[in-house]
Antibody, heavy 121, light 112 residues
């Protein structure tokens, strides 16, 4: 059974930093691209960032480019999102999800439960 | 960026009846590898999204055959037959053909 467990959310001040983690088990993490998606409470889904399986290719939403950094440690089956220069509009639940994967025809079939990030003074 | 639109944004359905949700993309979702990366997700309140359909019409493991997807290019449809109480929630189409990944605004489905 696939499990994705996010952690690291919480309260941060505007201009502050947080680092989210997503610990994965139950599927071939090292073969899988991984994505962060966020959702403002009561709002829709917004793609944030994606990293390929090797960690050498990354993509960012325009709204976070230059402030957020996605990374991964395949030896630890863990995905990260380092968030700097946080703004009030970054307040959301952040989900990690499996993206395109080698040897798998499906994508976005596995999601974490989400971690809430609140940016407020 | 590929813009995803959905209609309707709200649907009230009688138990046992059918519902359809349309999704349109601002450009073709056919990838250079020949696949069309159009997914349908379902989200209940307080829960993460759950994959129903991937690549237009493929039901993910464990998804009831009451759910079906169809379409091509820029126009796609999710159909739910014999609606059950657990089908309430918000349905999103999303594209993973290109970056940025983009989602539709969501269609809220309720039971009459």
């Amino acid at each position: 059974e696939a499990r994705l467990l996010e952690s690291g959310g919480g309260l941060a001040q505007p201009g502050g930093s947080l680092k989210l983690s997503c610990e994965v088990s139950g599927f071939m993490f090292g073969w899988s691209g991984m994505t962060w998606v966020r959702q403002v409470p009561g709002g829709g889904l917004e793609w944030v960032s994606t990293i390929n399986n090797r960690g050498d290719n990354t993509h960012y939403a325009e709204s976070v480019r230059g402030r957020f950094t996605i990374s991964r440690d395949n030896s630890r089956n863990t995905l990260y999102l380092h968030m700097d220069s946080l703004r009030a509009e970054d307040t959301a639940v952040y989900y990690c999800a499996k993206d395109v994967s080698l040897g798998s025809v499906s994508l976005f079939e596995y999601w974490g439960q989400g971690t809430l990030v609140t940016v407020s003074s | 960026d590929i813009v995803m639109t959905q209609t309707p944004l709200y649907s009230s359905v009688t138990l046992g009846q059918s519902a359809s949700i349309s999704c349109r993309s601002s450009q073709s979702l056919v990838h250079s590898d020949g696949n069309t990366y159009l997914n349908w997700l379902h989200q209940r309140p307080g829960q993460p999204p759950r994959l129903l359909i991937y690549k237009i019409s493929n039901r993910f493991s464990g998804v009831p055959d009451r759910f079906s997807g169809s379409g091509a290019g820029t126009d796609f449809t999710l159909r739910i037959t014999r609606v059950e109480p657990e089908d309430v929630g918000i349905y999103y189409c999303m594209q993973a053909t290109d970056f940025p990944r983009t989602f539709g605004p969501g269609t809220k489905v309720e039971i009459k």
